[in-house]
Structures are given as structure tokens and as C-alpha cells.
């Protein structure tokens, strides 16, 4: 259950410290200003610091004192953000990302994208005209086309996975204009790069749902960021002898977003301690990454010491509470078989017996 509790207009400027106010002020008037523990935002410039400003107006003996350990990004925009660095780079995407128009000017900056920015043009022009539509839908094609756009997260993914679909039509279409669509018509190489990225994106769509709504969950913060890590790495070295392809400059540009989000989840210790609560990871998740090279043992060190004081300091009550694992759902639902979840399995621990949940589960003692 997610009740929203209150909507609120913000009258002056979208300031940390306003909006701060605004949530302390909702909160005190719920009576549960202390027993706030995490909150999430989006990834915002004004929201990085929105956590300071939280602890500057909260009552005297919150635990929010040190506010910054308990703002944790929304998983959701942190994929997008990831998708769009793979779709754009450093492209001025704002200007590239609105309705349905066709200018010179603009078209030639999408091509500039690639592959996917010569299928997005096709698209358009497709889209821009009710006679091309209904000529496109006659040879064969999708009744339904899509376009990508600012909002819409895997706006891009439904518009390549579109294209491949439709390739023989779009290659029959583009012949029938090709005075029209000469600039954009698409290569051989560029529809194999086109496969690829609809590879690359699909488990980025499925990972979006599966971190969603009734199935996000704590832990899925830091193995999920993890998980799509490993699909632009395998981009990469899948093209690695072809690195002036696009999509090995995409990957690249996707591989840096995550890599800075991944050090964020690593440094919150309430993301390394939903994982090794999981009776399904536990400490040999993070000990594999150390295998993998993915981890130092330095790193893995210090998590322990921040999960075991996390523990001491905000959950212990001073005695062990033995639950079945049948008793004991967390959070885990039936999902799809999609590629997120299949990276889970070949992740996850065989757990038998009791779990028990207190200290010794989070630091093993010797």
C-alpha cells in the first residue's frame, strides 16, 4: 500500500529550503515528523540537497541529523537517465525532444544520433503526414507507429523495437520517397546496430517494471543498478573491435551514468544492508563482486562496519527473532521471466532452514 497523504501547491520558488518546509510542515501535521526513516526523489538538481534542508527544520531528536544517509534515488529515474545518456551523449536532448515537427534544422541534429536518430526521422516523417501514414500501414506496416519523446520513459526502445519490426516496409517505404528520405535511409550496419540497441534496451524496459509500483524493493536499488551495469559492459565488448561504431560510443555514455549511481548506492548503507538481509544474497553477494573485481576488499571491510553499526545503532533490540522462510516474504513477488530476472537467479544464494534476523546475520562472527 502507497497512500499519497497530502498535495501541496509550493506558492514561492522550488528552493531546497521551501520545499523542505512544506514536507516538515505535512509531516508535523500527521504527528510522524519523528518517525520519518527514508525518503526518495527524483534526481533533480534542488532534490540532492533537499536532505540537509530536512534536517535543518526537523524536531531535536530525529534521526535525520545526518539527513544525506537517508535520501536514496528513485531507481526509475536513474535508468532513465542512463537510457537517455545512451540515446543522446552530451546532446543538447531538450531541444531534440518535443512534438511531432519537422524542420531542416532539426532533423539533421537527430541524424547526428545515429542509427536511431536516422530511424527517428523516418518515424516522423511517417507520423508528420496522414497520406504517408495510411500509404505506410498499406505496404505492410505497424498500425499503430510510435515516437519517442521527453517524457515517456523507453520512449526510444519503443521506437527501434518499432522499426525492426517493420524493417522490410521501412526499407520499401524509404525506396518510394527516396527523395525525401535519402539522408536517413538506414544501412545494412545500421540495422544491425538497431538490433543491438533494442538487445541493450529491452532489459532496461524490463527492469524498469520490475522496479516499479508493488515490486520496488530496497534491495533492488543497488543489484539492479549492478545488473544493467553488465548489459553496456557486454555492449561493449561485444563491439570492442569496432569501437567507431555508434553504439559503442552509446554504451560508453550509458556505462559512465551508472557507474557514478552505483557509487552513490554503494556509499548508502541501508542499500548494502537490504542485500545482505535477503536471505537470497546476503555477504556472498558482495564477496562475489570482490571476486569479479567489482569490489576491493577495502570496500567490502568498511560496509561492514557501516552495516553493523546501522544495525547496533537504529535496530537491535537486544535479542535474536527466528523466523521461518515461509513466514518471511520480503517483498519477493511473481514476476515475468525477463532478463533482470534471470540475472537474479544466477545471483542468488540457495537458502534452506531458519533465517534468523539479528547482528550475527550482518557481520558473521569469527
Same mark, same amino acid.
Given at each position: 500500500m502507497n497512500p499519497v497523504i497530502e498535495l501541496r501547491? &509550493?506558492?514561492e520558488s522550488h $528552493?531546497?529550503?521551501? /520545499? #523542505?518546509?512544506?514536507? /516538515?510542515?505535512?509531516?508535523?501535521?500527521? !504527528?510522524?515528523?519523528?518517525?520519518? !526513516?527514508?525518503?526518495?526523489?527524483?534526481n533533480a538538481s534542488n532534490n540532492? $540537497?533537499? %536532505? @540537509?534542508?530536512?534536517?535543518?527544520?526537523?524536531?531535536? !531528536?530525529?534521526? &535525520?541529523?545526518? +539527513? @544525506?544517509?537517508y535520501c536514496l534515488r528513485c531507481i526509475g529515474h536513474v535508468i532513465n537517465i542512463a537510457v537517455k545518456a545512451f540515446w543522446f551523449g552530451d546532446v543538447d536532448r531538450k531541444r531534440l525532444q518535443h512534438t511531432i515537427i519537422v524542420t531542416p534544422d532539426r532533423m539533421a541534429a537527430?541524424?547526428? /544520433? !545515429?542509427p536511431w536518430g536516422e530511424a527517428h526521422n523516418i518515424m516522423i516523417e511517417v507520423l508528420a503526414s496522414p497520406l504517408w501514414r495510411q500509404e505506410f500501414q498499406r505496404l505492410g506496416g505497424d498500425t499503430i507507429l510510435h515516437t519517442d519523446n521527453a517524457t515517456r520513459w523507453n520512449a526510444g526502445y519503443t521506437v527501434i523495437q518499432s522499426m525492426t519490426r517493420n524493417? %522490410? =516496409?521501412?526499407? &520499401?517505404?524509404?525506396?518510394c520517397h527516396f527523395d525525401d528520405l535519402e539522408d536517413d535511409r538506414l544501412s545494412a550496419d545500421d540495422w544491425n546496430q538497431l538490433a543491438? +540497441?533494442?538487445? =541493450?534496451?529491452?532489459?532496461?524496459? @524490463? #527492469?524498469t517494471l520490475q522496479m516499479d509500483g508493488d515490486f520496488a524493493e530496497l534491495h533492488k536499488l543497488l543489484v539492479g543498478v549492478n545488473f544493467l551495469q553488465t548489459i553496456f559492459t557486454n555492449m561493449l565488448h561485444q563491439h570492442q573491435a569496432n569501437p567507431h561504431l555508434h553504439i559503442h560510443w552509446a554504451a560508453e555514455e550509458g556505462i559512465v551514468v551508472l557507474d557514478k549511481y552505483c557509487e552513490i548506492y554503494k556509499d548508502l548503507t541501508v542499500c548494502v544492508a537490504a542485500v545482505v538481509l535477503h536471505p537470497e544474497y546476503k555477504w556472498e553477494y558482495?564477496? +562475489? #563482486? =570482490?571476486?569479479?573485481?567489482?569490489? $576491493?576488499n577495502d570496500q567490502l571491510e568498511d560496509a561492514k562496519l557501516h552495516v553493523q553499526a546501522l544495525w547496533l545503532t537504529l535496530y537491535s533490540t537486544g535479542s535474536s527473532q527466528a523466523v @521461518?522462510?515461509?513466514?518471511?516474504?520480503?517483498g519477493i513477488h511473481p514476476v515475468p521471466i525477463a532478463p533482470y530476472a534471470l540475472w537474479q537467479v544466477e545471483r542468488q544464494r540457495t537458502v534452506v532452514g531458519t533465517i534468523y534476523i539479528n547482528s550475527d546475520q550482518l557481520i558473521p562472527r569469527e
Open positions: 501547491i &509550493l506558492e $528552493t531546497c529550503a521551501n /520545499m #523542505a518546509e512544506v514536507v /516538515m510542515e505535512v509531516l508535523r501535521e500527521y !504527528g510522524i515528523e519523528e518517525k520519518l !526513516g527514508y525518503f526518495v526523489g527524483d540532492d $540537497t533537499l %536532505d @540537509s534542508h530536512l534536517a535543518e527544520v526537523q524536531v531535536e !531528536g530525529n534521526r &535525520l541529523n545526518n +539527513a @544525506s544517509d537527430w541524424r547526428k /544520433m !545515429g524493417e %522490410d =516496409v521501412v526499407e &520499401l517505404f524509404c525506396l543491438d +540497441a533494442v538487445d =541493450v534496451l529491452e532489459p532496461f524496459h @524490463s #527492469a558482495f564477496e +562475489a #563482486a =570482490v571476486q569479479k573485481l567489482e569490489w $576491493t @521461518s522462510q515461509g513466514e518471511l516474504q520480503l
